[in-house]
């Protein structure tokens, strides 16, 4: 989400980029373009812009009209009563120096270094931002092979082959006692559940070929830009025994076969590939995240590149960085492949509260790192799913009223 702030330029790199810091601020706190800031460029020149702050610092996005905060205004002149000033002078009474009470040691000026000076906290500086890969497209079927199947079938007969398809012979036979049920009480004719069941048997293997080959051939037509998920989805629907039996899917399942041993090893090599430009940019979270996604499951994780990445996940543990970049760099490392290798070499001084509630849920992905902050992972306790993030409440619509309704589509064989 961005926000307003006031920023001051700090200094020129002479590259096309100038340093900034908040306005009134100590130390700098990241880099801005040229070409977003526009002319008449200085140091100490204040803009008001439009930022964007997430994990990894803070993006200038544009500069929005306002007025420098030295820009100097017109001024009142006070006049006064006309009368001569009066200055008023006060003394104050001196104490005597006799003998008082002793209340312990003074305390004298908190010192935390070698001058008294405060321990500055580390700035983020924004990291350069990486290629983004096209978004995956998902799989979308059309019903060609399906419809042809069910327009061929009389009217009577399409209900039972669409409940066969969708739910299998145990939805058929729910349907048809409770229409029996409900004709009973008519007085009316029972329907003929052994015949119903029969057909649904009968049209349940060659459905089931006509919705596979439906999506089988759109996963053909998008195989370069297909979500590996749906591909994967589609080639294990080619070993159902009724699949499996058809001639007509043998070869094009075997195409998907080989097709997904190409996209798995091509997605492979991607997936290390963003992993190490996360590392090199200094992108530390989105690194780990990353790494805890692989394309293939049980892939073993190359150990040159998971020393490197545990070495810039427990740089990124300093005690003097922000709390908050504490909780959000632990919840990358606890479901990370190298999270028994992350070491911090020392925790906060003072942890808070949200904090220690992380480290309490992760102790048992995190053991050792618990432990640096008196945390012991139960024996046996479940392991936490990541969290999921959260999106800002909008108007929220009042739904829509229920209609409860004891009808059900008809089943018939007749």
Do not use: Y
């Amino acid at each position: 989400m961005s926000r307003r702030l006031d920023i001051e330029l700090t200094s020129n790199r002479n590259d096309g980029t100038w340093t900034w810091r908040a306005a009134g601020a100590k130390s700098p706190k990241g880099v801005v373009r040229e070409d977003i800031l526009g002319a008449d460029l200085r140091v100490g020149r204040v803009f008001k812009v439009e930022a964007e702050m997430d994990i990894d610092g803070i993006e200038i996005l544009a500069v929005v009209a306002g007025r420098e905060k030295n820009q100097k205004f017109d001024t009142l002149e006070i006049l006064g009563s006309g009368r001569d000033f009066e200055p008023v002078t006060q003394k104050l009474a001196r104490r005597d120096k006799g003998p008082s009470k002793d209340k312990g040691p003074k305390r004298g000026p908190k010192t935390d270094g070698p001058r008294g000076e405060r321990p500055q906290r580390r700035t983020f500086v924004n990291p350069p931002e990486l290629p983004k890969r096209p978004a995956a497209k998902r799989l979308k079927a059309k019903r060609v092979h399906r419809a042809a199947i069910i327009d061929a079938l009389p009217a009577e007969h399409q209900a039972v082959a669409e409940r066969a398809l969708t739910g299998g012979l145990k939805a058929v036979r729910d349907a048809v006692k409770t229409q029996n049920e409900q004709l009973k009480k008519e007085g009316k004719p029972l329907i003929p559940a052994d015949g119903v069941v029969t057909l649904a048997q009968d049209l349940l293997p060659k459905l089931r070929v006509a919705e596979w080959l439906d999506k089988a051939e759109a996963a053909k037509a998008d195989l370069e830009t297909l979500d590996l998920r749906d591909l994967r989805s589609v080639v294990v629907g080619s070993d159902d025994p009724m699949v499996v039996r058809d001639e007509s899917t043998r070869v094009l399942a075997a195409e998907l076969k080989a097709a997904l041993k190409s996209k798995i090893e091509a997605e492979q090599s991607q997936w290390l590939a963003d992993i190490a430009a996360a590392i090199d940019v200094q992108r530390v979270v989105r690194a780990l995240k990353v790494s805890s996604e692989p394309p293939k499951a049980g892939q073993p994780f190359p150990a040159d590149l998971a020393q490197k990445l545990a070495h810039a996940a427990s740089a990124a543990l300093a005690p003097e960085d922000p709390q908050d970049r504490w909780v959000t760099v632990l919840e990358a490392i606890a479901f990370s492949p190298v999270r028994a290798s992350v070491k911090p070499v020392a925790i906060p001084a003072q942890p808070s509260e949200a904090l220690l509630a992380t480290v309490k849920r992760l102790a048992p992905l995190i053991p050792h790192i618990a432990s640096l902050f008196g945390v012991v992972a139960e024996p046996g306790a479940v392991a936490p799913k990541p969290l999921r993030p959260t999106r800002p409440e909008r108007g929220k619509k009042k739904p829509a009223a229920k209609t409860v309704s004891n009808s059900q589509e008809p089943v018939s064989a007749q």
